[in-house]
């Protein structure tokens, strides 16, 4: 079982930055992959980011790419999300979640993959 608490959403401006912190408890945090995922008002949830357990091997939405990265420290059981130059269509409740399977040697982008999942943290982008 893994709990998992988002952070460091809010308003920012076009071009602006944000980073994100996902929070686990849990004795598996170490041995899963973090993904981070984002829905918009009307629109389903989508990859954004995930990242394997050993932090070895990262994957990206092609939206996201060259803009935000994804880290993790397991000494600190906690995932991040840099986000920059940020879009308005970057608006959206951001979730971070900790994936079924341990010791992937893949990183898994799809929910499905996921188990364990955070509240959600918004995150608000003005033109």
């Known amino acids: 079982q893994v709990l998992l608490v988002e952070s460091g959403g809010g308003v920012v401006q076009a071009g602006g930055s944000l980073r994100l912190s996902c929070a686990a408890s849990?004795?598996?945090?170490?041995?899963?992959?973090m993904g981070w995922f984002r829905q918009a008002p009307g629109k389903e949830r989508e990859f954004v980011a995930a990242?394997?357990?050993?932090?070895?091997?990262?994957s990206y939405a092609d939206s996201v790419k060259g803009r935000f990265t994804i880290s993790r420290d397991n000494a600190k059981n906690t995932a991040y999300l840099q986000m920059s130059s940020l879009k308005p269509e970057d608006t959206a409740n951001y979730y971070c979640?900790?994936?079924?399977?341990?010791?992937?040697?893949?990183?898994?982008?799809?929910?499905?993959?996921?188990?364990?999942w955070g509240q959600g943290t918004q995150v608000t982008v003005s033109s």
């Open positions: 979640a900790a994936s079924r399977e341990q010791y992937s040697m893949l990183v898994h982008t799809t929910p499905a993959s996921y188990a364990f």
């Open positions: 849990g004795r598996t945090f170490n041995t899963s992959d």
């Open positions: 990242i394997n357990w050993s932090g070895g091997r990262t």
